[in-house]
Protein backbone atom coordinates (compact mmCIF):
# COMPACT_ATOMS: atom_id res chain seq x y z
CA UNK A 1 0.00 0.00 0.00
CA UNK A 2 3.15 2.09 0.67
CA UNK A 3 4.07 2.15 -3.25
CA UNK A 4 0.42 2.80 -3.93
CA UNK A 5 0.12 5.60 -1.92
CA UNK A 6 3.42 7.03 -3.50
CA UNK A 7 2.71 6.36 -6.83
CA UNK A 8 -0.22 7.98 -6.90
CA UNK A 9 0.38 11.00 -4.17
CA UNK A 10 1.08 13.52 -7.50
CA UNK A 11 -2.83 13.28 -7.62
CA UNK A 12 -3.46 14.52 -4.25
CA UNK A 13 -3.10 12.56 -0.46
CA UNK A 14 -7.16 12.25 -0.27
CA UNK A 15 -6.95 10.18 -3.91
CA UNK A 16 -3.80 8.61 -2.67
CA UNK A 17 -5.27 7.43 0.26
CA UNK A 18 -9.12 6.40 -0.59
CA UNK A 19 -7.44 3.79 -3.24
CA UNK A 20 -4.81 2.34 -1.05
CA UNK A 21 -8.11 1.85 1.44
CA UNK A 22 -10.13 0.71 -1.63
CA UNK A 23 -7.57 -1.98 -2.20
CA UNK A 24 -7.00 -2.82 1.23
CA UNK A 25 -11.02 -3.08 1.93
CA UNK A 26 -11.41 -5.28 -0.92
CA UNK A 27 -8.47 -7.57 -0.92
CA UNK A 28 -9.81 -8.85 3.25
CA UNK A 29 -11.85 -10.77 0.81
CA UNK A 30 -14.91 -10.56 2.23
CA UNK A 31 -17.63 -7.67 2.78
CA UNK A 32 -18.14 -8.23 6.55
CA UNK A 33 -14.29 -6.83 6.85
CA UNK A 34 -14.34 -4.56 3.68
CA UNK A 35 -15.86 -1.32 5.74
CA UNK A 36 -13.60 -2.27 8.69
CA UNK A 37 -10.51 -2.45 6.42
CA UNK A 38 -11.37 0.75 4.45
CA UNK A 39 -11.81 2.70 7.63
CA UNK A 40 -8.28 1.60 8.91
CA UNK A 41 -6.51 1.45 5.98
CA UNK A 42 -8.03 5.17 5.33
CA UNK A 43 -6.57 5.69 8.85
CA UNK A 44 -2.95 4.08 8.29
CA UNK A 45 -2.44 5.70 5.09
CA UNK A 46 -3.00 8.97 6.22
CA UNK A 47 -0.53 7.90 8.91
CA UNK A 48 1.69 7.57 6.53
CA UNK A 49 1.38 10.33 4.34
CA UNK A 50 1.81 12.80 7.50
CA UNK A 51 5.20 11.41 8.99
CA UNK A 52 6.31 9.91 5.62
CA UNK A 53 7.46 6.34 7.74
CA UNK A 54 6.25 2.95 6.60
CA UNK A 55 7.20 1.85 10.29
CA UNK A 56 4.00 3.47 11.99
CA UNK A 57 1.66 1.95 9.95
CA UNK A 58 3.03 -1.51 10.22
CA UNK A 59 2.80 -0.92 14.26
CA UNK A 60 -0.81 0.14 13.91
CA UNK A 61 -2.16 -2.79 11.66
CA UNK A 62 0.35 -5.42 13.97
CA UNK A 63 -1.57 -4.10 17.18
CA UNK A 64 -5.25 -4.01 15.59
CA UNK A 65 -4.45 -7.76 14.41
CA UNK A 66 -2.86 -8.76 17.84
CA UNK A 67 -6.26 -7.18 19.53
CA UNK A 68 -8.74 -9.12 17.32
CA UNK A 69 -6.67 -12.19 17.57
CA UNK A 70 -4.48 -12.75 20.17
CA UNK A 71 -6.01 -11.02 22.96
CA UNK A 72 -9.36 -12.54 23.07
CA UNK A 73 -7.62 -15.72 23.05
CA UNK A 74 -5.29 -15.10 26.03
CA UNK A 75 -8.43 -13.59 28.27
CA UNK A 76 -10.67 -16.07 27.56
CA UNK A 77 -13.61 -14.91 25.16
CA UNK A 78 -15.33 -17.52 24.09
CA UNK A 79 -19.14 -17.05 21.49
CA UNK A 80 -20.64 -19.54 23.91
CA UNK A 81 -20.86 -17.79 27.05
CA UNK A 82 -21.88 -14.01 26.18
CA UNK A 83 -20.69 -10.79 28.28
CA UNK A 84 -18.11 -12.70 30.15
CA UNK A 85 -16.05 -10.88 32.78
CA UNK A 86 -12.95 -11.45 30.05
CA UNK A 87 -15.61 -9.97 27.34
CA UNK A 88 -16.67 -6.86 29.37
CA UNK A 89 -12.92 -5.89 30.24
CA UNK A 90 -11.87 -6.57 26.99
CA UNK A 91 -14.23 -3.91 25.19
CA UNK A 92 -13.65 -1.51 27.56
CA UNK A 93 -10.21 -2.10 27.24
CA UNK A 94 -10.67 -2.28 23.32
CA UNK A 95 -13.02 0.98 23.03
CA UNK A 96 -11.05 3.36 25.44
CA UNK A 97 -7.96 2.46 22.79
CA UNK A 98 -9.42 3.62 19.94
CA UNK A 99 -11.49 6.60 21.57
CA UNK A 100 -7.70 7.73 22.94
CA UNK A 101 -6.00 6.89 19.70
CA UNK A 102 -8.48 9.03 17.58
CA UNK A 103 -8.11 11.86 20.19
CA UNK A 104 -4.70 12.17 19.75
CA UNK A 105 -5.06 11.24 16.21
CA UNK A 106 -6.67 14.31 15.58
CA UNK A 107 -5.24 16.83 18.39
CA UNK A 108 -1.93 16.05 16.70
CA UNK A 109 -2.72 16.21 12.90
CA UNK A 110 -2.86 20.16 13.18
CA UNK A 111 0.77 19.75 13.95
CA UNK A 112 1.51 17.59 11.37
CA UNK A 113 2.65 18.00 7.82
CA UNK A 114 1.69 16.13 4.80
CA UNK A 115 4.36 13.94 2.97
CA UNK A 116 4.08 14.03 -0.45
CA UNK A 117 6.06 12.74 -3.45
CA UNK A 118 5.98 14.71 -6.36
CA UNK A 119 4.46 13.89 -9.91
CA UNK A 120 2.90 14.69 -12.83
CA UNK A 121 -0.78 15.54 -12.22
CA UNK A 122 -2.95 14.11 -14.78
CA UNK A 123 -6.63 13.16 -14.16
CA UNK A 124 -6.89 10.07 -11.64
CA UNK A 125 -10.32 8.72 -14.35
CA UNK A 126 -8.32 8.52 -16.94
CA UNK A 127 -4.82 7.21 -15.08
CA UNK A 128 -7.45 4.18 -13.58
CA UNK A 129 -9.55 3.24 -16.89
CA UNK A 130 -6.12 2.81 -18.80
CA UNK A 131 -4.52 0.73 -15.95
CA UNK A 132 -5.36 -2.76 -16.92
CA UNK A 133 -3.64 -3.92 -13.24
CA UNK A 134 -6.26 -1.81 -11.21
CA UNK A 135 -8.99 -3.04 -13.30
CA UNK A 136 -7.91 -6.74 -13.03
CA UNK A 137 -7.51 -6.22 -8.95
CA UNK A 138 -10.86 -4.67 -8.61
CA UNK A 139 -12.34 -6.97 -10.61
CA UNK A 140 -11.10 -10.19 -9.14
CA UNK A 141 -10.91 -9.29 -5.85
CA UNK A 142 -14.55 -7.85 -5.94
CA UNK A 143 -15.26 -11.18 -7.10
CA UNK A 144 -14.41 -12.75 -3.88
CA UNK A 145 -16.01 -10.66 -1.90
CA UNK A 146 -19.13 -11.45 -3.81
CA UNK A 147 -18.41 -15.02 -3.22
CA UNK A 148 -17.90 -15.20 -0.32
CA UNK A 149 -20.58 -12.72 1.05
CA UNK A 150 -23.09 -15.55 -0.99
CA UNK A 151 -21.50 -18.58 0.37
Known amino acids: RKFIIDKLSGYGTR???????????????????FFY???????????????????????IHCFINTLGSIVPIAVGITDTVP?????VLYMIAYVSLVVSGGIL???NLKKSSVYNVSGVLI??????LKSWGFIMFVCVFGLILIYNTII
Not at 15 to 33: D, K, R, T
Not at 83 to 87: A, C, L, T
Not at 123 to 128: A, L, R, T, Y
Open 15 to 33: FSVFVSAFMFGLIHGNLYQ
Open 37 to 59: AFGVGALMGYVYCIYGKILYPIL
Open 83 to 87: FSPGQ
Open 105 to 107: FFK
Open 123 to 128: SPQKMI
